[in-house]
Nanobody, 123 residues
Framework: QVQLVESGGGLVQAGGSLRLSCAASGRTFSSYAMGWFRQAPGKEREFVAAISRSGLAYYADSVKGRFTISRENAKNTVYLQMNSLKPEDTAVYYC?????????????????WGQGTQVTVSS
């Protein structure tokens, strides 16, 4: 079992930055593929970014060039650095994990999910 706890959300003005963190329990974090998803009110959950256990990253087109996903295996933590935030980035952001060597971008591929952290971008 893996437990994921997100932090770092909050209220920010358009153009600002936030860094989300996701701390994972367990001793095998380095073997997990990690991802970030988000869900805005009234919308379906969507993919944001993913990182493989080897460090390869993949982004949704809507965040490419603005967001950066990274991982620090020694701290069992994955990060999402969000720059140039827009009001349309407002959502609950979820961290997800799956024991896989692949780069995963579909929510159905992930086994474990955090509770989410709210990000609100004001215009």
């Amino acid at each position: 079992q893996v437990q994921l706890v997100e932090s770092g959300g909050g209220l920010v003005q358009a153009g600002g930055s936030l860094r989300l963190s996701c701390a994972a329990s367990g001793r095998t974090f380095s073997s997990y593929a990690m991802g970030w998803f988000r869900q805005a009110p009234g919308k379906e959950r969507e993919f944001v970014a993913a990182i493989s256990r080897s460090g390869l990253a993949y982004y949704a087109d809507s965040v490419k060039g603005r967001f950066t996903i990274s991982r620090e295996n020694a701290k069992n933590t994955v990060y999402l650095q969000m720059n140039s935030l827009k009001p349309e980035d407002t959502a609950v952001y979820y961290c997800a994990a799956a024991q896989s060597a692949r780069l995963l971008y579909r929510d159905g591929d992930y086994t474990y999910w955090g509770q989410g952290t709210q990000v609100t971008v004001s215009s």
